[in-house]
């Protein structure tokens, strides 16, 4: 009883206690508040100023990154020799930069004909007025492989430019014709009459089977004349040419529609065909995929073995590929140079711890090259891009670091600019200065040039 009264007391007590500090404590708050806000009035403004200032740092770094990289390829447009012009005039594909343009113009007039016709495409887009008439020109000369280029270049320009002049070209009855502006018509997406014409008569007579390929593809890439551009297809596969099924399947390999399916799995039966068809099957995932390549593992060489396990894996079976993956790596086996050409297929982000653990095992030379072109498949990807740094670190001459250099310029960011800013800066080698310049530049234009891992047809 005694001790129920006692913390009645005690409870009325811490009551009493609490009012009476009530405004206390309420004053104190008050004042705390207000000498933080007086504090913070004071720190925020600064530290706001002092962002803005650290950015206005980094964007001024950055130009300054961008300049150097623009006198490089500047002084590589002045150069005497050949090679370096025509390096420096590749780089600038796709890169329309100003302060380069009387440089460009000036290259027809020292004598850089192939680097000047290089640089049309970028002169057209710096509105220089005869950019369009000097490369219809170049598109009809006499010199085949002068006309090549020129028809090479006309794909950077808007759709159905200089049209009539490749109607001209394509009136020739030569493979490479056909060839080279069939790529720039699937370039545009559009063709007039005259050119579907062009392509329907290469496609229906008796022209070579290259020749009769190339016009196929582009009618079926323009959605035009298909029933036939089909036809010619199935004969081609038929016909058993090794050459053409290679060209063919890295045509089908880009597509995924059920008629490209369909010839894939022809070709697939037949031995001589069966490695294109395995490379290009990789790109499909129909429900019966698996069961159609799966018997062909033990079949083949070890290279056919690895894109039958890859095909498993890109339709989502892959533990096959990982256990064969395991035994590989552990042994460091001279074959895995092979088993990166043949994941080179596998376009896909799953495919990169393969390339991590690779890395790890300090590589020879050709696989190192080999994983530097696979990882172009994956632009701004931070593993690839840290995988991509790696390797340029264990490059092992000027030539290697080149080659990684463009791989970097191709899927970088721009945290990647200080990197090849230093290499540009420190590299006695003119190739490298201009190729870490063109990173430079690719990365600062959002990745323009954005070559993927696989050739194109």
């Known amino acids: 009883m005694f001790l129920g009264f006692a913390k009645k007391l005690f409870a009325n007590s811490k009551i009493q206690a609490s009012e009476s500090l009530l405004p206390l404590l309420t004053a104190i708050f008050i004042l705390t508040v207000v000498f933080l806000f007086a504090l913070t009035s004071e720190f925020i403004p600064a530290k706001i ?26 002084a590589g447009l002045r150069a005497d020799d050949n090679q370096t012009v025509l390096l420096s005039a590749i780089s600038l594909e796709s890169l329309p930069i100003k302060q380069l343009k009387e440089e460009m113009i000036s290259l027809k007039e020292r004598g850089f004909e192939e680097a000047y016709i290089r640089v049309l495409p970028e002169l057209y887009a710096l509105s220089y007025e005869k950019a369009l008439e000097d490369l219809k020109n170049y598109a009809l000369s006499d010199e085949l492989t002068t006309t090549q280029i020129a028809i090479e270049q006309l794909a950077r320009l808007p759709p159905l430019t200089a049209v009539e002049e490749l109607q001209e070209n394509l009136s020739i009855p030569h ?33 070579t089977p290259e020749g009769r ?34 060209r063919l ?7 995924s529609d059920p008629q490209s399916y369909k010839v894939l799995l022809q070709m697939l039966e037949d031995p001589e065909n069966r490695v294109p068809a395995l490379r290009a099957l990789v790109h499909y995932d129909y429900p019966d995929k698996v069961d159609k390549v799966s018997k062909y593992e033990i079949l083949g060489n070890t290279y056919q ?6 095909n498993l894996a890109s339709s989502g079976e892959e533990f096959p590929l990982k256990d064969a993956f395991e035994r590989l790596i552990e042994k460091h086996s001279a074959v895995l140079s092979e088993f990166t050409t043949a994941l080179r297929e596998w376009e896909d982000p799953k495919a990169l711890p393969y390339y991590d653990r690779m890395v790890k095992k300090n590589p020879s030379r050709i696989v190192r090259v080999g994983i530097s072109q696979n990882l172009r498949a994956y632009p701004l990807n931070a593993r690839a891009i840290f995988l991509a740094r790696k390797l340029l670190e264990m490059s092992e001459d000027s030539s290697e670091t080149t080659f990684h250099l463009k791989t970097l310029g191709l899927i ?14 420190k590299s006695k080698d003119t190739q490298t200065r201009i190729v870490s310049s ?13 070559t993927p891992s696989q050739p194109s047809i």
């Open 412 to 425: 970088g960011t721009r945290r990647e600019k200080p990197l090849l800013f230093n290499i540009l800066r």
């Open 305 to 310: 073995r690895f894109l039958v396990l890859i």
């Open 175 to 207: 493979d490479q014709m056909v060839y080279h502006v069939g790529r720039v018509l699937r370039k545009w997406r559009r063709a007039n009459d005259k050119l579907l014409d062009l392509l329907r008569t290469i496609n229906k007579k008796r022209f």
């Open 49 to 74: 100023s002092n962002l803005q200032e650290a950015n206005r740092s980094i964007k001024l770094s950055y130009r300054g990154i961008e300049r150097e990289a623009i006198s490089q390829l500047e």
């Open 438 to 450: 063109w990173a430079i530049l690719n990365i600062d234009a959002g990745l323009p040039i954005n």
């Open 213 to 246: 390929l190339y016009a196929a593809i582009t009618l079926i890439s323009l959605n035009a004349y298909t029933d036939e551009a089909w036809k010619t297809i199935d004969w081609l596969v038929k016909i058993k040419d090794e050459e053409n099924a290679n």
């Open 249 to 255: 399947a890295l045509y089908l390999g880009d597509r």
